[in-house]
């Protein structure tokens, strides 16, 4: 697959010890979405079969009914874009006494257009009920609260892809390499250093369907810190 994600960087000496690195990639993320929005468009892929008076052994010999799936229907949001990646890095590296090269990194990566999900069928929100509902039978309870649904009748679930979500992360990275390789017992060893202290938030995880802005459904991964050897 063709993918665009121009990336640039600079390095620039600022003594003879140290090298300083600034850059930044734009990546697009890839659309995964596709076999899921034709396998459940309730119309022309998936179907279902419904067997009222099923026989045995062959159950194909009571009635069959065939409809469409319309439990729960997948659509692709008309203002839908592509979502992307911006990541901006600056590291600088230093040469320290000892033969060692030290490496300090930060990186922050902004997500725009982020893939989230949304019920856009559920019932209206604020639509007074009266206390009386509680005393009908589930069945005609649940009829009432389906007519409030934007696409009655149809009282399934419609799970719109949209790109309204966005994210952030920020990373602050330490990279120690010694130059020479250290002999023991005659066996010449190398090795390095490496720790990566790590944050991120997003709202990409969406679970009220009747807000659309940043920050409701706000979620933080909290920090990460990692040791490697």
Known sequence: WLRFNPTVNVQYRLAASTIVSVGSQLAFDDFRDYQGLLRNDGSTHETVRFISSPTFPD??????ETGTNTASLWVLDPNYRSPYRITPRLSVTQQVPGHVRLTVSYEESRG????RTRN????YPGTPLSAEILDLPLSQRQDIIDRMRPFYPLVGNITQIESTGRSASRSLGLHVQPRDNVKIAG??????????YRSADDDNDF???YLRQWGPAQRNHGVQSRFRV
Do not use: E, K, M
């Open 112 to 115: 725009v257009h982020q893939r």
């Open 120 to 123: 856009i069928n559920a019932p």
């Open 187 to 196: 066996v010449r060893l190398s090795g390095s250093l490496d720790y990566t």
């Open 207 to 209: 679970n009220n369907p």
């Open 59 to 64: 159950p194909f010999q009571g009635t069959v």
